[in-house]
């Protein structure tokens, strides 16, 4: 049957359904409660740029286009012609007197021509030499980093003597927006952002940002954690980037230098305990 | 009028209903609870990869992650 009890500094309220008892507050349990409140307002969360380094792999071949062609070289000559003068004869004279003739020997006359050399070009030829030089060559990759940093963002609830209170547990409710959409560094396009554009609730981590390689593997995450330690709420920024390779020779990341990016947070706090 | 006291043979109503029998108040229970509460932070990165913590305790992680993280298993509440 339901009922309450109170007796030895217990209460105790007991539920009967289909005749069974039900507990339904006893203060022998540890119950959940809140004890404290925080309102953290205004907090940044900041992602740096990545980084790329270049490795050098060796020479690359650079192909060209070999242009040939001869010539053909004709000396130069000479050339001769001769002409033949006749010779003459006078013939004798019969009068007055008897004379003899005389004869005026032929001759011949030289022509000396030169021919000049030539020096012809025979039709072009072309051909394809695939590795006509070389050039040093490289590879870009995202460099692998583990980045962490915390801070503290409140302090735990305190007694009435000012002693700090251990807390079992923390709820977070926050609200928040992304103030600087850091991009994919191999694309022209934001990193997927895992933050709710309305308040949301959490315990404990929640993931901000992932990116994955082509084959789906993960090679970026960041996280935040708020968590109690040492009396203090710890905000907790983890980046984890794997080395990414970047798919073709000698290009860079085009987006690496906006990689970064930013959060701002309002969080109101409950502290919770299981025990008075 | 808020009522301070009701008893009544079904039901038990205290604090203007702020104790009530018909409600389910949840309590600290390890061995059949009905949900966890996170005690801590309970994601970690490394490698680049993820590591989840269940409530439960054990670890899942993404194929990536390298790191050797540990979280606690969540405390188990009762209905």
Redesign the interface.
């Known amino acids: ?4 009890s109170a007796s030895n500094s217990r209460i105790r ?4 359904v289909n005749s069974i008892d039900e ?4 203060t022998n ?4 409660h809140i004890i404290g409140t925080a309102y953290v307002q205004n907090t940044t969360v900041d992602f740096n740029n990545l980084t790329e380094t270049r490795a050098y792999i060796g020479q690359e071949c650079v192909g060209e286009v070999i242009e040939t062609w001869t010539f053909t070289f004709t000396p130069g000559f000479f050339t001769y012609s001769r002409t033949t003068l006749s010779g003459t004869y006078n013939s004798p004279s019969y009068y007055p007197s008897y004379t003899s003739g005389s004869y005026t020997p032929g001759t011949w006359q030289q022509t000396t021509t030169y021919n000049p050399s030539t020096y012809e070009r025979d039709p072009v030829t072309y051909s394809f030499d695939p590795c006509s030089y070389t050039v040093a060559s490289y590879l870009y990759n995202v460099d ?1 980093e ?1 980045t962490s940093t915390v801070v503290n963002i409140a302090n735990l609830p305190s007694d009435e003597d000012g002693n700090t209170v251990d807390v ?2 923390v709820i977070v409710q926050a609200t928040g927006s992304r103030t600087t959409n850091g991009k994919d560094p191999r694309f022209d396009q934001a990193l997927p952002s895992a933050v709710p554009v309305k308040t949301f609730s959490f ?5 901000l940002e ?1 990116s994955g390689k082509a084959n789906g ?7 935040m ?1 708020v ?3 040492g009396g203090k709420l710890k905000l ?1 920024i ?7 390779t970047r798919g073709a020779n000698d290009q860079a990341f085009p987006h690496i230098a906006e990689s970064r990016s930013t959060y701002n947070f309002n969080f109101k706090v409950f502290f ?1 305990r ?1 025990k008075s | 009028m808020a009522v301070t006291l009701s ?1 009544t ?4 109503i ?1 604090s203007s209903g702020k ?1 009530d ?9 390890a061995t059949a609870p009905d949900l966890k ?14 590591r989840y913590v269940n409530p439960n305790g054990t670890n899942v992680d ?4 390298n790191g050797s993280f540990s ?1 606690t298993a969540g ?1 188990g ?1 009762k209905v």
């Open positions: 049957m339901s009922g309450f309220v007991v539920e009967t507990t339904v507050f006893d349990d540890d119950m959940p692998a583990e079992d547990f315990q404990g981590s929640i993931l992932s593997d993960s090679w970026l995450r960041r996280i954690s968590y109690p330690s907790k983890q980046e984890s980037a794997g080395q990414l919770g299981f | 008893i043979p079904t039901r038990f205290a104790l029998s018909q409600r389910r108040y949840i309590r600290k229970d509460f996170v005690m801590g932070k309970n994601m970690d990165v490394a490698g680049g990869g993820l993404d194929g990536s992650y979280g405390v509440v």
